[in-house]
């Protein structure tokens, strides 16, 4: 069965795929080094928020970590990125990223998301060809995206 831009198939959960035409997310490059290549990490910002939100915090990295580019994701309806239609999902929000990534050329080592972009940050990680060695999740719980992953706090 198919239904919108997604297809339906197997026995396990739905794979999301993507017509190649589906619009990519905006971005920027934040870096401080001028020796190329760089390591690449994506951020992702909370909800309500865009990916300059976190830009002095990502500032502050580039100055400390002279070998990394951030790329500041405007996710899907947020920022500069234009209204895409729907599902508006934390899965589609994830293959946004992928469609990115494919797009720049640029598979990212490490991926930072804070409140409802960690969860897409752990979506990303499950979904993608090559993920990321290294994910920071900042305020978000992810015992309440993931129920096979536990609370540590007890």
């Keep these: 069965m198919r239904t919108g831009p997604w297809k339906y198939g197997g026995t396990g959960p739905p794979k999301l795929t993507w017509p190649k035409r589906f619009p990519v997310v905006k971005y920027s490059m934040v870096r401080e080094g001028t020796k190329e290549p760089f390591r690449t990490a994506f951020i992702l910002h909370g909800l309500l928020g865009s990916g300059q939100n976190l830009n002095t915090f990502i500032k502050t990295l580039a100055i400390r970590h002279r070998t990394w580019q951030f790329c500041l994701i405007d996710m899907r309806n947020h920022g500069d990125t234009p209204k895409l239609s729907g599902p508006h999902t934390v899965e589609s929000t994830a293959q946004d990223l992928l469609n990115l990534s494919e797009r720049i050329?640029?598979?990212?080592?490490?991926?930072?998301?804070?409140?409802?972009?960690?969860?897409?940050?752990?979506?990303?990680?499950?979904?993608?060809?090559?993920?990321?060695?290294?994910?920071?999740?900042?305020?978000?719980?992810?015992?309440?995206f993931d129920p096979e992953i536990s609370n540590t706090d007890g």
């Design 105 to 144: 050329n640029i598979t990212p080592e490490m991926i930072i998301g804070h409140s409802f972009g960690g969860k897409v940050a752990l979506q990303y990680t499950k979904t993608a060809p090559k993920p990321p060695s290294t994910v920071w999740v900042l305020d978000a719980m992810a015992n309440s």
